[in-house]
């Protein structure tokens, strides 16, 4: 399959961002940078792993397309596909053979999230990248300033230029992207005025009070304040570093199922535990009430790996999901034709996506092993951007008792 722009740019690569055939570029920007995050902060547990390249490739795959996705400095693609239209079919992405629509903000049009978060996952993965490919990592970080430059003057939610998003990836602020964006910069470059800039955003949008309901696709308030306590060796971001991570605490008042999972939402919880997991453990390793979080992140990657219930990665553990809401796992061998037969199939799932995170169970510990039980089986970008990140943390715990 091949993607062109509105003026034949090549869009092929990238990422799927679930189980389907869509390519929305907010959410993947966002995994991208978490993903790389979990690189920069435990690469040495990556490389004991053995999946230190592995992690490189991926990064490079997803940098490569973004790259693509940044024709012009004040254009910008963020979504390849129409979801009502996509979501309906079923079969292989190699199969696809029909033009599909991209669409994209401009100066005229723009969008400070997309372009920020974009601006982000760039710089992010040129940290890991420089070393093995110095020109490729210094193109990573050109667009990334040049992105950064186009969402702080042009200001705007990117959902009101690419109208689809919001039927599923409503945009509710920038000011966290923006000062995301100049914050990896920083960390990429070690330019000082990306870091001030970040200050001045941190108090225009007055991020230290902001109440963010999870660190995910849409809301990266706590990433920004881990950065800045570790990058100015602060303790002015402690408070509201622990004002989230303690609201989810189980004496606090979250929801918990019965068998210790958070649950936040019944559409993936799996993700909001998984991703707040990562991030509180970097608190803990960054000093934050450093027991009491990684004992919180510890019991929800135990969760996930199936300790006390059921496994819910594919293909590791005991009972794990086998019929996961996937279109391309779901389909036969070649030359055996792929379509709404191989979606309604009873058996499993012909090929497995080993090491995905599924979206997880209700809250009663529930979970039903069912392709059309998407809210529950399917597997996403932003599911498993953070559960990588925190599973390395365990190992770092292992590696540094």
């Given amino acids: 399959m ?19 055939f869509m390519k ?23 490389e004991a792993a053995g999946e230190l390249d592995n992690l490189k490739k991926a990064l490079r795959h997803g940098a490569e397309y973004l790259i693509n996705c940044h024709p012009e400095k004040y254009k910008l693609y963020g979504q390849i596909g129409i979801g009502e239209i ?8 190699e199969d696809i053979t029909w033009a599909r629509k991209a669409f994209a903000i401009t100066d005229e049009k723009p969008g400070s999230d997309l372009a920020g978060q974009t601006a982000a996952a760039l710089a992010s993965a040129s940290i890991l990248l420089r070393e093995d ?22 200001r705007d939610y990117y959902h009101r230029a690419i109208t689809d998003a919001e039927n599923y990836y409503k945009s509710s602020g920038f000011g966290d992207e923006l000062t995301w964006a100049a914050l990896w910069i920083h960390y990429a470059t070690s330019d000082k005025w990306y870091l001030n800039e970040a200050k001045k955003k941190y108090d225009e949008f007055q991020i230290g009070s902001a109440e963010p309901f999870a660190y995910f696709w849409d809301d990266v308030t706590i990433g920004v304040q881990l950065l800045l306590k570790n990058m100015t060796n602060s303790d002015n971001y402690d408070i509201p570093i622990e004002r989230f991570c303690n609201k989810f605490m189980k004496e606090n008042g979250k929801a918990y199922t ?37 004992q919180f992140a510890k019991s929800q990657i135990d969760y996930f790996l199936g300790k006390d219930v059921r496994s ?49 169970p209700d809250i009663n510990d529930r979970y039903y092993n069912e392709r059309s039980n998407y809210k529950q089986s399917e597997v996403a970008l ?20």
């Fill in 312 to 360: 819910y990665v594919v293909g590791y553990g005991r009972n794990p999901p086998t019929k996961y809401h996937h279109r391309a796992s779901s389909c036969p061998p070649k030359p055996v034709q792929c379509g709404k037969a191989a979606e309604t199939n009873p058996d499993p799932n012909p090929h497995i996506l080993v090491g995905a995170l599924v979206g997880g």
């Fill in 258 to 294: 019965p068998q210790g999972l958070l649950f936040l939402n019944e559409w993936g919880p799996n993700r909001y535990a998984a991703n707040i997991a990562f991030v509180c453990g970097i608190a803990a390793d960054s000093g934050i009430n450093s027991c009491r979080y990684r």
């Fill in 2 to 20: 091949q993607d062109f722009g509105d003026d034949k740019e090549d869009l092929t690569g990238g990422y799927f961002d679930a189980g389907d």
């Fill in 133 to 154: 490919d110095e020109v490729f990592a210094a193109d990573c970080v050109k667009h990334a300033r040049d992105l950064y430059e186009f969402a702080d003057r042009y």
């Fill in 86 to 93: 996509d979501h309906k079919r079923w079969g292989r992405p």
């Fill in 24 to 46: 929305f570029n907010l959410p993947m920007a966002y995994s991208m940078t978490t993903l790389a995050w979990g690189g920069v902060q435990y690469r040495e547990q990556y």
């Fill in 382 to 401: 932003d599911y498993n951007a953070g559960f990588q990140g925190a599973l390395a943390a365990q190992l770092y715990l292992e590696m540094n008792p």
